[in-house]
């Protein structure tokens, strides 16, 4: 059975950096696509990041300029840089994965973690 695990949140100061990694546990699967949603307190989980294969990727608005998204060539593991994170940020941040080739923020994969938790304090 396949996993996906992230690590790599935490409580950070507005303006600070935060990594985010996602590996997958587990053998007999290739991700085309991996991806970073997150859901604050009352709001629907939205796409953060996503990444096709090792090169197309797609940002929400809000993290342009600020994140990125990266993946190990042919590896199921993704990663995700967060900059100058403001207190907007914080919210649970899921890894996201399939095995398809997903148009990134129209649906999400059917793998998930289990989430992490990303505090930014003003």
Excluded: H
């Excluded at 985010?20 to 629907?44: D, E, H, V």
């Amino acid at each position: 059975q396949v996993q996906l695990v992230e690590s790599g949140g935490g409580l950070v100061q507005a303006g600070g950096s935060l990594r985010l990694s996602c590996a997958a546990t587990g053998s007999g699967i290739s991700f085309n696509t991996m991806g970073w949603y997150r859901q604050a307190p009352g709001k629907q989980r939205e796409l953060v990041a996503g990444i096709i294969s090792d090169r197309i990727t797609k940002y929400a608005d809000s993290a342009k300029g600020r994140f990125t998204i990266s993946r190990e060539n042919g590896k199921n593991a993704v990663y995700l840089q967060m900059n100058s994170l403001k207190p907007e940020d914080t919210a649970v941040y899921y890894c996201n994965a399939d095995t398809t080739r997903v148009v990134l923020g129209t649906i999400p994969g059917r793998y998930w973690g289990q989430g992490t938790q990303v505090t930014v304090s003003s």
